[in-house]
């Protein structure tokens, strides 16, 4: 729709000054400075000293780093890789033409994104309790010769996070998938339908194209969001937990910018994570320009 | 033939809710959890996961269940509680309000607007959604320590107050649902530029200011590391750094913490049930489209 | 006229959906309501504390101090978390956010105090005061060590905290063992070894002799000062990789596995570990001070039945006491009034009849030395079994080891802890258990840690100029 021209010249601006200002000052300003952050080792915003590039090299080799970055990376892949089918299949489920009571599943589903990281972190810091959280007294009914303490949260943390990150996330992308599944055109459909289609058939060849972009748009958001994995082990484990297992990049940044007071190491940490998901959004890009 | 398609009909009918039965039940169980654990006394607590069991009622001991968490909670001084729930609605919604505003605006002028830097800055706005927040985590801090904005409310909201997402999706509902003649017919009614912003195209993507501002409202509700980071005189912190905080690091009063989380959770909940509709399709609205 | 006035509402009432108006009351209902409930000023000096007990005692003298002074100079107490006083400390150092004008601090919160360049550490330097007034003197010097940082001390100390070993002496008495017969650890695990018995015929023993575990890595820092060991030495350089060290390691971790184990996991302040220590499965434990006041009222079953006894030393004619745990009370450098927080610092510190409180409520010593001699310490505890538990304390308390302010300790005892760990899983994999059969690795294991550890300490731009 063209865009139009009879305005006085000052409209735009106008409107787009104060999102501009706030904008300018809050996120492109600290975004170059990050980049000088970066090359400094700080003990606090007052204390600075210029170190070059030697937050990078020591960065590099930097174990801890390395441990946050395989978990993150482990987390975030297992996560999408898990969730996006279930939320596409749960969406579809409740695509079926004639359900009773979609609108309440509906709520129901997504509820757990309302309400919040610490929420979600409390109840799972209960529920995965070793000796008498609930998840263990379930698995205790249905798996015989269950141990009797199962250490969740200090053994298993990896699995516990996405278990948590599972339940909190799949109704939210599931919203997305109904959506994109009720514009699926019937016509082409009942096309497939006279062309003998099976269902499988049919899944593959008309529905997973046509969501195809909002499939591709919400595993990149998902991809990223889960990259910057922080609250919820930090307050589940009330840290990086035993032997760091449940230590993620966004929290080393946080531990070494906020706890020890170096915002220049937590700035390099920072770029890092940036490049990543640069990275995994170019990919993205050069993914759906070959469709 | 017709029988047996009703009968797989009715089958696969069954399946499909029994299914949705169990995925539904995996969800609320927490939230059931949740709401048993804050009404459970402290001895009560580990005898059994929902409702203590015993020789009530309904096999339930209803003695084991208090009201004393919520009572304690906002009555014992130290814990500062009601303030810290007064706290959260003000930064919510006040920073809801502010950020709709702005992105609307935005939205609007990139939208329906066409000056030399229209396309520069849409691109620019596009290009920030793929910075990570934690990035700006540090260097943020230190703008707003500079700022002498550290400790405040101001340090809070301010920097959160343009929305790129928001800009983004406002910008689309308003290519979609604001036609061009109705604004030129206005303007040659003589309808001022900013009159005609309130009066005639808000109304227009009312879903999208609904779903928007209910976005931001609950991320700003659930926020936790910035109040954490920026705030530090405890009367400021808004609820989710107040129930963290009654998480000791020896021994946690669970009752206090999951009653604490109850009325964290709750008010959320209300909104969401008014709001439902609205968020719903502003959110796919903004979406679905390329 | 009424009619344009009602599609004005209207109009006006479409811009947002009803929920949209909600937010919009809630704001200004929120606003108005903060508007008028400011936040109280607090007249006078705030004073951070983070333990319930000392909120308690310090409260009555704190009223003392109040009556007698002017507003600006009365003392206010906050108790906060301990983690929440540390973040709240070091965001005010930093970041200039708002600071108490008294805080009493852990060693893990005052480390990080010390992370960057001396002339940064947010205490006031109390050195030259300290001698001036005669105060340093007065007290158990080895309680000024985590609070020293490149030789200038930061705060007033709270203790000493030496260590004894609690035993059971209803056991150990009624099976014929004079406790005074044991001067070592190789003489505590051979004398003691016949009380481990298997009591329900199940083919593991039921009873073990020593609390200690891998799981608690402080546990074996302190057996490694005990020693003459330590993670870092007095100038805070890194010293984990030491023969010392190695041999305490390696013998700590011949106590805890394989088939000749004399110790279990019964952790403090955990009901399963409290069940353990009431039922006699473990027989001793490390006994800090601070930790005699917890068992008196968490275990008030034992009472009668546990005696102390100074540690085994690591060889004949050794240390036989180490030290754990410490807190002490800090003065932000940015305080208006130093001259009354300090004037209140020495009040409540220096107080006799604050140390007798403590001591009665919490088993804990002062770190005055002029109040040792006073009768309070010679009261017979009924709990210890008529035992005088105050003295047998302070009998120790010249020998303490020192204890680091370094701001990598706790990175270097988790790093050791892992390499306890990992060295466990050694032992269990070559079936080797013994001491010497344990050395080398262990000696692999804390090369490792060490360098891991040093890795992180060279980032450290600030100290390492200061070490230059």
Partial sequence: MPASTSHPRWAPYVFMAPFLLIFCTFMIYPLVQS???????????????????KNFRDLLGDRFFWIALRNTFVFAIASVAIQL????????????????????????FFSPS?????????????????????????????????????????????????LAGLWMSVGFNMIYFLAALQSVSPETLEAADVDGANRWQKFRHVILPSIAPVAGFVTLFSLIGSFQLFELPFILLNGPGPENRGLTVVMYLYQYGFETGDLGYASAIGWTLALILVGFAVLQRLANREQ | MAVENRMSARLTNGLTYALLLLAAAITLIPFFYLVSSALKTKDAFFSSHFLPRGDGWLGIDWTGLTLEHFYVLFTEPSLGFARAVINSVFYASVFSILATL?????????????????KPLTALVLASLIIPAPLLLAPGYQLIYRLGLLDSFTGLILPGVAPAFGVFLFRQAMLNSVPLDLMEAARIDGCGEIRMFFTLIVPLVRP???????????????NFIHPQIILQTPEKFPLAVAIAQLKGLYSTDYGLLMAGTVVSIAPVMCLFLLLQKDFIAGLTSGAVKE | MRGRFQRRCQDCFDLLSPGGWIICILAVAASLVLLFWPIPKKEGLVFWIFSQTHQRLYDPMTDVWNRAQPQEDRIHLLLLSGSALQRRLLSGFLSGTPLPSLVEAYALIVAQVFKGPLEDVGFADLTDVLHQEGIYEQINTPSFAPWTSRGRIFGLPHDVHPVLLAYRSDIVEAAGIDVSDIATWDDFVRLLQPLMRDLDGDGYPDRYLLNV?????????????????ALFDAEERLVMHSEINARVMATFVSWTTGPNRIAVNAPEFDAAGNKMRLDGTVLCSLMPDWLTGTWRQDLPQLAGKVKLMPLPAWEKGGRRTTVMGGTMLGIPKQVSDFATAWRYAKYLYLSKELARALFRTTGIISPLKQNWPDPVYDEPSAYFSGQRNGRLYIAAAPDVPLRTSSPYNVLARVKMGDGALALKAYAKKTGQYTVEELLPEARRQLAQAESLVRQQMQRNVFLAREHD
Avoid at chain 1, 87 to 105: D, E, I, Q, T, Y
């Fill in chain 1, 35 to 53: 980049i000088v952050l970066a090359m400094q080792q700080t003990f606090g915003p007052k204390t600075t000293v210029f170190v070059g590039l």
């Fill in chain 1, 85 to 108: 089918p279930l939320s596409l299949g749960l969406a579809m489920v409740l695509n079926r033409p004639g359900l009773k009571g979609r609108a309440l599943f509906r709520l129901i």
């Fill in chain 1, 114 to 162: 309302l309400v919040g990281i610490v929420f979600v972190a409390m109840m799972f810091a209960l529920m995965f309790h070793e000796r008498d959280g609930l998840v263990n007294a379930v698995l205790r009914t249905l798996i015989p010769h269950f141990p009797p303490e199962f250490p969740w949260l200090q053994l298993y943390v990896m699995p516990a996070l996405i």
């Fill in chain 2, 102 to 118: 702005c992105a609307a605006m935005g939205g609007y002028a990139l939208a329906k607007f066409e000056f030399r830097s229209n």
């Fill in chain 2, 208 to 222: 999208m200011m609904g779903a928007f501002l209910l976005i931001t409202f609950l991320g700003a509700w659930n």
């Fill in chain 3, 213 to 229: 575990w891998e799981t608690n890595p402080e546990l074996i820092e302190i057996l490694m000062l005990q020693a003459g060991g």
